[in-house]
């Protein structure tokens, strides 16, 4: 089991800790309930296809609390993004708050992106905050949204437009759940993944194409658990460094946008069913790749070697319709990204693996763009 620290301000000794390894049921009980020395109780938030599959972890966790004679409490919501919702929040909040449970309660966010979002923001606005601990299941969970502390939850008329930055108080990434994911939710986390070699460090994109040109399939990858421990880890520290100098989304936490602009605009198209976040971003770095290409930003050795990978990780799940017919319904969605500035659409692109900045491009331009490349 490795150590890490997440600094949430400048300041050396603020954060939280995270730890990796494998099988860490037993170490989180110890840490988080058996040495929890304030706690009054515990509420443990997951779906239910988790409550299905690791009924006997959470029946581990719950025997912690009962050794200390303290309550604990199991939230079941259903899977999917329709949970992240504030009725669901209220409904949570309501049944802890009618079970007594008070502002020493400890919030244990079993789950993927949707129960870590949910219930981090039920525990930022629970008697005004009390503490909670993710523990990620999903490969995209572990190198992406448990880290950075944003919380929040879906309104009808967009993503996350309810949040808060509220940190947890530790991070468990723990190997063992990735077993069991489907391979969606494989392709998914690998997206992030990549993008954050792509963004800043060539060493992790290159342990990818290592792992992947073995032609190992995302099952096999996980039998071989200290590649994968690398790779999450690298992955990690990633998006560490870029949260850590830029806790409040100012700057340099733009750069967690490659292939999002693009990314976006196709989840809208395709309604947000026919593909999954993973897989419109991993196409969205491919077509942002290009636009760099086009505008003498990227060379074509390393635009090759990005689409080469991210062509093989997306053979190993399903491929996406060519979005060709529809350019003028993406430049719409594009024109409502939120980083735009007055009327240029953001972009981050890559110079090269490892390196990528912010470009504003004039929508004709764009167009222009997606004409001469034929997307
Ligand atoms: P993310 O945003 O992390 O992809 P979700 O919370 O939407 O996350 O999870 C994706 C799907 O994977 C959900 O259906 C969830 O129930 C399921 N899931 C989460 N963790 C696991 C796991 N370890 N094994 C199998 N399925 C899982
Ligand atoms: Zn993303």
């Excluded at 979005?323 to 939120?338: A, C, S």
């Excluded at 981050?348 to 997606?370: A, H, N």
Aim: aromatic share 8%.
């Amino acid at each position: 089991m490795e150590k890490q620290w997440i600094k949430t301000s400048s300041k050396k000794q603020e954060g939280y800790p995270l730890w990796i390894g494998q099988d860490l049921t037993e170490k989180i009980i110890q840490r988080e309930i058996t040495e929890s020395q304030e706690t009054t109780g515990w509420v443990l938030v997951t779906d239910q296809n988790i409550q299905r599959i690791y009924q006997q972890k959470i029946q581990d966790l719950e025997a912690g609390a009962k050794n200390k004679s303290l309550p604990f409490l199991t939230l079941v919501i259903p899977p999917g993004e329709s949970s992240k919702s504030l009725q669901k929040v209220e409904e949570l909040a309501g049944v802890i708050a009618g079970k007594d449970f008070g502002r020493k309660t400890k919030i244990l966010a079993l789950g993927g992106g949707v129960v870590g979002d949910l219930a981090g923001f039920l525990a930022s606005i629970y008697m005004r905050g009390v503490e909670y601990v993710q523990i990620p299941t999903t490969l995209l969970a572990q190198v992406d949204s448990s880290i950075g502390g944003k919380t929040g939850v879906n309104l009808f008329e967009g993503k996350n437009l309810l949040g808060s930055f509220y940190p947890p108080c530790s991070v468990w990434i723990d190997e063992d759940f990735l077993t069991t994911l489907e391979i969606k939710d494989w392709v998914n986390g690998y997206g992030e993944l990549l993008k954050h070699g792509v963004l800043k460090d060539e060493g992790l994109f290159k342990a990818i194409e290592d792992q992947l040109d073995q032609n190992r399939t995302f099952n096999r990858i996980s039998e071989a658990p200290a590649e994968l421990t690398a790779i999450i880890l690298r992955g990690i520290t990633v998006k560490k460094e870029i949260i850590e100098a830029d806790e409040k989304e100012q700057g340099l936490r733009k750069l967690l946008n490659y292939g999002h602009t693009f990314g976006h605009a196709l989840e809208a198209l395709y309604q947000y069913e026919g593909c999954s976040h993973g897989e419109a971003v991993l196409k969205g770095m491919v077509y942002e790749a290009e636009i760099a290409v086009c505008l003498g930003l990227l060379n074509n050795e390393d635009f090759s070697r990005i689409r080469n990978l991210i062509d093989g990780i997306l053979k190993r799940g399903r491929d996406l319709p060519s979005p060709t017919k529809n350019i003028e319904d993406l430049i719409g969605f594009m024109k409502r990204d939120k980083k735009n500035r007055g009327n240029e659409i953001s972009f981050i692109l890559p110079e090269k693996i490892g390196k990528t900045r912010e470009v504003f491009l004039k929508e004709e331009d764009l167009r222009r763009i997606f004409f001469k490349r034929k997307f």
